[in-house]
């Protein structure tokens, strides 16, 4: 059965291997697939893998060898699940493999909030230490993480490994009651409402859902204090970004730490770009060699079990 790979590149640069992947059948690996080119590459697939190429309901029915969808990610948004059980065609995706590097990457934002670590460092680089009157400077408020709150909202495996860092800093944690952990007791749980009140920094860690999406917006702006900051590492379309662009500029909030925009590459055009004290990555929390290691095994293992007539990691 021939495996499709429809954008390998950001998953595999170069710096790890397809052929566990290849040994389980005729495989072609696609750096990049623009949608003019996935019918044509994807047409004699029984098994096609995608991270972030949409395969829509009209895709799966003009792919008639399709028989198998793995996204190499956890997100599954871009694939039309309800066409593809209608095909009994399986979904599969990676739960997890990004727990550790995304946590990570997570307090590395908050960091860069509270202490603007790469900020001076650039200061410094530029040789304004080094003409400086006085031994130390700093151009910010630098803010003690001790005894402040985090506030997360979804408190799954990337959620749960945020809250033990906020603690090891000394933080106490809440969290929305919908993602109750009974064997987690040191997390209060609250409402929606009380956690952005009284959080000092409130870390989004919620799938996208109908529920979820615009949760941050111009109402549950006005709840959160003017001196806490907004880290998001999970999807960007959680946020109203027209609504967090004015709520920085007129310092309605402290600051924000975002990895994930609504669309991605951002156009130019995004708000959130210029806000004042706005820290923004390119969406590579996850990215850590270790954590796409991880996933290339899990992918593999998720192809490999479906040939063996035992899928494991469907969601549909």
């Known amino acids: 059965m021939r495996i499709v790979v429809l954008d390998g590149h950001t998953l595999n640069p170069g710096d790890l291997s397809w052929e566990p992947l290849k040994?389980?059948?005729?495989?072609?690996?696609?750096?990049?697939?623009?949608?003019?080119?996935?019918?044509?590459?994807?047409?004699?697939?029984?098994?096609?893998?995608?991270?972030?190429?949409?395969?829509?309901?009209?895709?799966?029915?003009?792919?008639?060898?399709?028989?198998?969808?793995?996204?190499?990610?956890?997100?599954?948004?871009?694939?039309?699940?309800?066409?593809?059980?209608?095909?009994?065609?399986?979904?599969?995706?990676?739960?997890?493999?990004?727990?550790?590097?995304?946590?990570?990457?997570?307090?590395?934002?908050?960091?860069?909030?509270?202490?603007?670590?790469?900020?001076?460092?650039?200061?410094?680089?530029?040789?304004?230490?080094?003409?400086?009157?006085?031994?130390?400077?700093?151009?910010?408020?630098?803010?003690?993480?001790?005894?402040?709150?985090?506030?997360?909202?979804?408190?799954?495996?990337?959620?749960?490994?945020?809250?033990?860092?906020?603690?090891?800093?000394?933080?106490?944690v809440l969290a929305t009651p919908s993602t109750r952990n009974p064997a987690v007791p040191w997390v209060k749980y609250v409402g929606l409402e009380e956690l952005l009140r009284q959080s000092d920094v409130v870390s989004l860690h919620c799938p996208l859902t109908a529920e979820t999406r615009g949760l941050i917006n111009a109402r549950t702006l006005g709840w959160i204090k003017p001196s806490a900051f907004l880290i998001n590492s999970s999807r960007g379309q959680l946020i109203d970004e027209a609504a967090l662009a004015e709520a920085l500029n007129v310092g309605r909030i402290a600051g924000a730490g975002l990895d994930v925009l609504s669309l991605e590459p951002p156009p130019p055009a995004n708000p959130l770009l210029q806000a004042r004290n706005c820290i923004i990555t390119p969406h590579f929390a996850w990215a850590t060699r270790a954590a796409r290691q991880r996933l290339m095994d899990a992918t593999v293992n998720n192809v490999r079990a479906f040939l063996q007539g035992r899928p494991v990691n469907v969601v549909n």
């Open 23 to 172: 040994t389980l059948g005729p495989c072609d690996v696609h750096e990049r697939t623009a949608s003019t080119e996935l019918i044509s590459r994807a047409l004699d697939a029984g098994i096609l893998l995608t991270n972030k190429v949409e395969i829509g309901a009209a895709t799966i029915a003009n792919l008639p060898n399709l028989k198998f969808i793995g996204v190499t990610a956890t997100g599954t948004n871009i694939v039309d699940l309800e066409a593809a059980r209608k095909r009994d065609i399986p979904v599969t995706n990676v739960p997890s493999y990004g727990t550790a590097s995304v946590a990570q990457a997570t307090i590395a934002l908050l960091l860069e909030l509270t202490h603007g670590v790469g900020h001076h460092a650039q200061t410094v680089r530029v040789g304004r230490w080094s003409a400086s009157r006085d031994f130390c400077y700093w151009d910010q408020p630098l803010i003690e993480l001790f005894g402040l709150t985090m506030g997360i909202i979804g408190l799954g495996s990337i959620g749960l490994a945020v809250a033990k860092l906020s603690v090891a800093f000394g933080m106490t």
